[in-house]
């Protein structure tokens, strides 16, 4: 396994199929559109990702109309961040395809929208497979930008009992403005599993619709061992608090991750 090593600042595209080198990719219409209007022509290096963490570099060898080939010439498989999994309310449309875009550069493990019933009413709703088939676009497209090697899994829309059930094993948060501060509640989970040198956790997080949980989901939450925490006293849009809490979360776990970053150093000058 290896860091990144795709050269910052070539072109890269993210792959619908598996590749490695040496070989061939063809990537489909929407990464051939793209090369067209970025005006690549055929002999250009590019970067590409799977999604699944492998990512390459090769020549551009063909770009049709429909499709484009690549030439691989070299692949690495790199390390996934320590895996945070979101339930996020299904919400209106444009707030749930901005908020696909920034999971994506946050590195999300999943995406799982939970069907609360206060997201019923919302008009119009982010639902269904060919809503995901966009939020798969937007995120690949953040994918590319970010330079990131992984895209969420999507999972279809869940009842709130099913989310819950679904959940991996590890630390699980529910968002809610006047639970515990969001640091002081995941940092004892952190710091226990340091001492039993044990993995970092892996974190769920749980966002509520715009309406707010009903108190029956948010028992439900609480009973399956979800810790409520908040990001301040003000009420959050439900993107604002998944995006923000998404953060919080990676930042904690960076730090842990690498704990010489927050080594001062003697002389007063932070490493
Ligand atoms: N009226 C709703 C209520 O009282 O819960 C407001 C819901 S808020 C617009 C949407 C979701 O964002 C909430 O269900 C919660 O999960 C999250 N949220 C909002 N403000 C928050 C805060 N200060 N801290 C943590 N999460 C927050």
């Known amino acids: 396994m290896v860091g990144p090593g795709v050269a910052m ?12 080198a ?8 929407d990464a051939a559109h793209h090369m067209r209007v970025r005006r690549l022509e055929t002999g250009v290096r590019v970067g590409l990702v799977d999604g699944a963490g492998m990512r390459g570099e090769g020549v551009l060898t063909q770009l049709a109309k ?8 070299t692949a690495e498989a790199v390390e996934p961040a320590a895996p945070i999994h ?16 920034k999971v ?13 019933r206060r997201s019923r009413n919302v008009n119009p709703r982010g639902e269904g497979p060919t809503f995901q088939q966009k939020v798969r676009m937007r995120m690949a497209a953040a994918l590319e930008q970010s330079r990131g090697a992984f895209l969420p899994v999507l999972y279809p ?31 004892p989970l952190i710091a226990s599993a340091r001492e039993r040198g044990d993995p970092l956790p892996v974190v769920t997080l749980a966002v509520g619709p715009e309406g707010g949980f009903e108190p029956a ?4 939450f609480e009973t399956a061992g979800f810790l409520p925490v908040t990001l301040g006293r003000n009420i959050l849009r439900f993107e604002t608090a998944a995006q923000s809490g998404l953060a919080a979360v990676r930042a904690m776990l960076e ?5 010489d970053a927050i080594r001062v150093d003697p002389n007063g000058m932070d490493r």
């Open 22 to 29: 040496p070989g061939n990719v063809t990537l489909g219409e």
């Open 66 to 73: 429909r499709h484009a080939i690549v030439s691989i010439e």
């Open 157 to 187: 829309e869940a009842t709130v009992e099913h989310a819950i059930a679904a959940r991996p094993t590890g630390a699980c948060l529910v968002m809610q403005q006047g639970g515990r501060p969001i640091f002081e509640a995941l940092t």
């Open 9 to 20: 600042s070539l072109p890269t595209f993210v792959t619908d199929d598996p590749f490695s």
């Open 255 to 259: 730090l842990v991750t690498d704990p």
């Open 104 to 116: 994506t550069e946050l590195e999300l493990a999943s995406w799982r929208p939970v069907s609360f």
């Open 86 to 101: 979101l339930l996020l309310s299904v919400a209106d449309k444009d707030r749930m395809l901005w908020l696909a875009e």
């Open 217 to 220: 989901e948010m028992d439900a």
